[in-house]
């Protein structure tokens, strides 16, 4: 007896999955406003209809079934707002309007009462008296006002998860490519020669990726794991190595100099378009007796790194002559500035020099033998033989390889150095920018991506622009004049720097008040403002209001007692999120006396990924939507509706009753309403988007953004995901919700699914899959290539393929070596004279090791930083001689917020639970 077939009569609603960076598409399908039914999308293509026992258990945030059998509304969802008084014991419900009415009073009390308009003699409109932490759960339009509402409060301690998980990956890549993120996307990984997990367990951590690592595999490729413990992954794999915990460099030092002394780099690759070459000054140096760079200032605890830099030659300055690229100077409406010129370096292509990078690198890792690296590492000799002639065959111009790497790179106290290390390797081998390679940053959260790229974090702003700081950047002249290079994509910063404030402030951005410029919050460089310093902070009496947005830093930050007992001391606190976490309800831990405890908690009752729309960046940069598909349960709102209403009622304030510097908060353009005077997040995402300020037609692409106030841009990076113009209401006719599974390529690059910032580039820097000549190492993973007479191309450059005729009409430019535009040398650099704990990636033990360090004199880096109080005890090697490294289990995510809410996914995984060996046991 047949039943009746459940999606009959239902509607389909496309939504992302809300865990892991995958960015797996779902389909709810809904009937009479119930979810029905929520499964993965067939036609996407990064999950191709599958999820994993996550993303399948997605409809049980809103509906239980009970023991009897009975569907449920969940008891644990909060759908009306709450507040808990100081000393007590016990949520009171409170009403939205009373809601936002108090919290409104509470953070103008707090800013009024704590702000600093001067440093150093500069302007800095600074409260620091009030912190936001979130959040990579919300969409980026979402994400964007998170920001925009601290900032304009005069915050600037902002975070989110990025600086737990990957915030190590963007500054060990971004200087040595220019960018911070993962250079390919899920979907080439099959197209690699090679693959190599280390620090990741992407089987059980982004399962989805596994189905990618076994295309590949099936067509022949080699699978490495390397990782401390037996993991799912290395269970699948070719090649399993361990590693002893925090000896990664010494790993990655060993294949680097297993490939320089063994000839097996791509040579044309690596002095085409790396800084292999350039000279560096010739005072630079290693000491390893003493484990220090040159230039160690013991007083000051930091390096001087005037050694570390180029040798230059010529000075090449800004050319703002008519039709070149830096004419927009002269424009009216752009404020005057200092235009910087460039100092080229010097180069040695026969590589004789004993200055030049590469023989600088080749006696830097010297040190790093096969022998002491497996003494350091723990790996097997033989083992490790095997892994490095794997991995190092890749440098053959036709090979590529990929690695896949997660927080077993990044959660050290050398996180960045380990993820330039691997940046170095690849580089070696012609494994960036070339289909099947890359470093690929497997991203936790599904949109730590997309809430990095809008600046939900104190060091920049949207677009990877720089936040300013009060020493460096004291007014917007300055700012462009240290900003800029009068080359490359540094020449065009100050427009998007310009148009974001343009966005910002709206008509009131002017020339004349430096589009208001000064109302930004500057950052002091004597202060640290991320996360771990916030809660000190907080400790110290100094932050005293606190915004979580879908954060539970109780249950996941470092030594969470410590910052319940910060918590403790804020005079309020503001959460938002689906369920009552453990940092909204921190008194009422077992150690704590909420009688005691004085902080006025609000619990805002927000939308599931399903209750609202808008847009999300999964960690291959594919920018999609997520559509409605049922009305908020109970009083929810939106995170874009709290922030909104919130907001407007602050500026109201501020309006009536003045205050402190009310500028920087009335001043705010925050009219995001569609033409029916409704609130819209569509009207968030033109706003990111960028626009035309007089006509408000959307760009097309960020090469129309302009310095004189013309144009305005949230993020110049996504220009181009939403610019149908004829149809700006609706979403499903913009780029990022574009579903063509066509693949002319054969490559999975899906040009016409989605869209991927920048300029819909699947693949970074894919200049450098084809050699000076614009020839493909590889015919058959051609991304792009110079036919003699134009590029033809699979994917969209990722460097300067056509510029414009003084008429207006496009040419073609030949086939140079800038394959890393994003850097001002337009080369990657293998010898990275940005990083502050030196320029090459140097094994130093961890803080905790028992051992001494074999490679050089100095146990640990001299540059470990303690956010907390030097007195803070930390134990000694002899108290704690065991290492222990947490993970992540494919059922569960992050701090569980989510699926310890989930019944069929806690019976799966009921408890958390500790691996130990045998012996340990014993
Ligand atoms: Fe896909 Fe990751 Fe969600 Fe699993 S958790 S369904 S792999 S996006």
Same mark, same amino acid.
């Given at each position: 007896q047949p039943y009746p077939w459940k999606l009959s009569n239902t509607q389909e609603f496309y939504n992302i999955c809300c865990y892991c960076s995958g960015g797996c598409g779902t389909i709810c399908s809904v009937s009479d406003g119930k979810l029905v039914n929520l499964e993965g999308d067939p036609d996407h293509p990064c999950n191709i209809g599958g999820l994993c026992p996550k993303g399948a258990g997605l409809a049980g945030f809103r509906k239980i079934i009970t023991k009897n059998r009975q569907e449920i509304d969940h008891p644990y969802r909060i759908t009306r707002p709450r507040v808990r008084r100081p000393g007590s014991t016990e949520w009171e419900e409170i009403s939205w309007a009373q809601a936002i009415e108090e919290m409104a009073h509470a953070i103008k009390k707090t800013r009024d009462e704590n702000y600093t308009p001067y440093e150093d003699g500069v302007v800095?409109?600074?409260?620091?008296?009030i912190a936001s932490f979130g959040a990579a759960q919300l969409n980026n339009e979402e994400c964007y006002l998170a920001q925009k509402f601290a900032r304009s409060l005069g915050c600037v301690q902002i975070d989110n998860q990025t600086r737990v998980c990957h915030s190590s990956t963007v500054s060990g890549l971004a200087p040595t490519f220019g960018r911070g993120s993962m250079?390919?996307?899920?979907?080439?990984?099959?197209?690699?020669?090679v693959i190599m997990t280390i620090g990741s367990n992407n089987v059980e951590c982004h399962p989805l990726s596994s189905r990618w690592v076994h295309k590949a595999v099936d067509k022949g490729a080699k699978w490495i794991v390397v990782d401390p413990r037996f993991n799912r992954s290395a269970a699948q794999a070719d090649i399993y190595s361990k590693i002893r915990p925090g000896t990664d460099i010494a790993f990655f030092g060993g294949l680097i100099n297993y490939i320089l002394s063994n000839k097996l780099y791509q040579k044309d690759y690596v002095l085409s378009f790396t800084n292999a070459s350039y000279l560096l000054n010739p005072n630079y140096k290693f000491n390893p007796e003493d484990g220090l760079f040159e230039g160690w200032d013991a007083k000051k605890g930091?390096?001087?790194?005037?050694?570390?830099?180029y040798q230059t030659e010529e000075v090449v300055p800004w050319n703002s002559d008519p039709g070149q690229p830096g004419a927009w100077i002269n424009a009216p409406g752009v404020p005057k500035f200092n235009p910087p010129s460039l100092k080229v370096p010097k180069k040695d292509k026969s590589l004789k020099d004993p200055n030049c990078v590469l023989n600088v690198m080749q006696r830097h890792y010297a040190r790093y033998t096969p022998e002491t690296v497996c003494k350091v590492t723990g790996i097997d000799p033989e083992v490790l033989e095997e892994v490095y002639s794997t991995y190092a *065959?890749?440098? %053959? &111009?036709?090979k590529t390889a990929t690695i896949l790497y997660a927080l077993g790179q990044t959660q050290h106290h050398n996180g960045s150095q380990n993820c330039r290390a691997m940046c170095v390797v690849q580089l070696l081998l012609g494994n960036v920018g070339v289909a099947g390679g890359g470093i690929n940053a497997l991203r936790g959260e599904p949109n730590v991506q997309g809430s990095t790229d809008l600046a939900?974090? *104190?060091?920049? %702003? &949207?677009?990877?622009?720089a936040w300013p700081i009060a020493q460096r950047h004291p007014n917007l002249s300055t700012w462009m004049a240290t900003e800029a290079y009068p080359d490359g994509f540094y020449i065009n910063k100050p427009k998007f720097m310009i148009s974001l404030l343009k966005e910002w402030y709206g008509d009131n951005a002017q020339l004349e008040n430096d589009y208001c410029f000064d109302l930004f919050p500057k950052r002091s460089a004597k202060k640290n403002d991320t996360t771990m310093a916030t809660f000190y902070g907080m400790n110290d009496y100094i932050c005293k209001g606190y915004l979580v947005w879908g954060m539970n830093p109780c249950h996941c930050s470092a030594n969470a007692k410590f910052v319940r007992n910060a918590m403790a001391k804020l005079d309020w606190m503001i959460v938002a999120d689906w369920y009552e976490t453990e940092t909204a309800s921190f008194w009422k831990a077992p150690d704590m006396d909420p009688t005691q405890i004085q902080t006025t908690v609000y619990l805002l009752p927000a939308a599931l990924l399903y209750e609202k729309e808008g847009s999300l960046v999964n960690s291959g940069r594919w920018i999609q939507w997520r559509q409605k598909a049922l009305e908020p349960a109970g009083q929810a709102l939106s995170d874009f509706e709290i922030l909104t209403k919130l907001f407007n009622r602050i500026q109201q304030l501020y309006r009536k009753e003045g205050g402190v510097n009310p500028d920087q908060v009335t001043k705010v353009n925050w009219d995001y309403r569609n033409p029916e005077g409704k609130l819209d997040v569509k009207a968030v995402s033109q706003a990111l988007n960028g626009y035309d300020c007089k006509t408000k037609r959307l760009v097309n692409t960020f090469s129309e953004l302009q310095g004189d106030g013309s144009t305005a841009s949230g993020i110049w990076i996504y220009a181009g995901y939403y610019n149908n113009n004829e149809a700006r209401w609706d979403p499903m006719e913009q780029p990022m919700t574009r579903r063509s599974k066509e693949d002319p390529s054969g490559l999975g690059l899906y040009l016409g699914w989605s869209f991927a910032w920048p300029a819909n580039r699947r693949v970074l820097y894919n200049r450098a899959s084809a050699d000076v000549k614009g020839k493909p190492w590889n015919k058959d993973k051609m991304l792009v290539s110079w036919d003699g007479k134009k590029w033809v191309n699979n994917d969209v450059p990722d460097f300067v393929a056509t510029s414009k005729n003084p008429d207006g009409s496009v040419k073609q430019v030949p086939p140079n070596?800038?394959?890393?535009?994003?850097?001002w040398e337009q080369n990657a650099r293998l010898f990275a004279y940005p990083m502050k704990d030196g320029p090459l990636p140097e094994h130093y033990e961890p803080f905790e090791s028992p051992t001494k360090n074999l490679l050089n004199g100095r146990g640990t880096s001299p540059l470990i930083l303690f956010a907390d109080k030097p007195q803070a005890k930390r134990g000694t090697k002899e108290e704690f001689p065991i290492v222990a490294t947490s993970y992540s289990l494919t059922e569960h995510w992050q701090s569980g917020t989510q699926t310890r809410n989930v019944p069929w996914i806690v019976q799966t995984q009921p408890s958390p639970f500790v691996e130990v060996s045998q012996e340990l046991a014993k």
């Open positions: 800095v409109n600074r409260c620091d008296a250079t390919s996307h899920w979907s080439d990984i099959q197209n690699a020669d930091a390096y001087d790194t005037h050694t570390w830099q *065959s890749s440098g %053959a &111009p036709e939900v974090s *104190s060091p920049d %702003a &949207p677009g990877y622009l070596n800038k394959a890393f535009m994003m850097t």
